[in-house]
């Protein structure tokens, strides 16, 4: 009889019974992170990017995150199927990195919770506002972030963190034409709190 690994199991069972939490990533979650980051990638086939490379976190990257408490995953039934990573970028800004959940995991709040999850870690920190970097054009892209309160940074209020981020992104291959820097401005109640 055939035995099935952890992730066998959870593809074979309905979504109905999985029960999803967002937690500190675990130094053993890491090894699934790169498969979840490809996976998520194939979201944009078709929408005229296909000559981005299909580059994952690298392993130092993601255990760096791991070790400060700057990653977080999206559980199902324990076996991560998403995750979030930050950079503290500046003393009061901290810079969405990356957020990628599984497109099989998809469509049910998984990037929503993991987004509002570092919001408040952020505020809790004293962090006055979080960043990223996401494709302007994509319909889906661009106004999931604003729908969660972020809003465009036009390019001459980039700080020098900013810059230099969308900077590093041009010179992995991403047009900074197609970009956008967004930002949101945490609760300031919720700084106080940490």
């Known amino acids: 009889m055939e035995t099935l690994t952890p992730l066998a199991l959870l593809e074979a069972r309905p979504a109905a019974v999985q029960r999803y939490t967002i937690a500190l990533a675990r130094p053993q979650d890491l090894d699934r992170l790169p498969s979840i980051e490809l996976a998520a990638l194939t979201l944009f086939d078709g929408h005229g990017l296909d000559e981005i490379p299909a580059v994952v976190t ?6 760096k995150a791991q070790e400060t408490g ?8 324990d076996v991560p199927v998403g995750f979030a990573r930050i950079k ?14 599984h497109p099989d995991h998809g469509r049910r709040g998984l990037g929503s919770t993991l987004v509002m999850a570092v919001c408040d870690w952020a505020a809790a920190k004293g962090h006055e506002a979080i960043t990223l970097t996401t494709f302007r054009d994509i319909p ?9 309160g972020f ?13 230099s981020l969308v900077y590093e992104e041009s010179r992995r291959g991403l047009d900074p034409a ?17």
């Open 58 to 63: 690298g392993e130092a990257e993601l255990r």
């Open 70 to 77: 700057h990653l977080w995953v999206a559980l199902a039934d």
């Open 88 to 101: 503290v970028i500046e003393a009061s800004a901290v810079h969405l990195g990356e957020l990628d959940v």
């Open 140 to 148: 889906w892209n661009m106004p999931f972030y604003a729908s969660l």
């Open 151 to 163: 809003t465009v940074v036009p390019p001459e209020a980039l700080t020098l963190a900013l810059a």
């Open 178 to 194: 197609l970009r956008v820097v967004m930002r949101r401005v945490l609760d300031a109640r919720l700084s106080r709190a940490g």
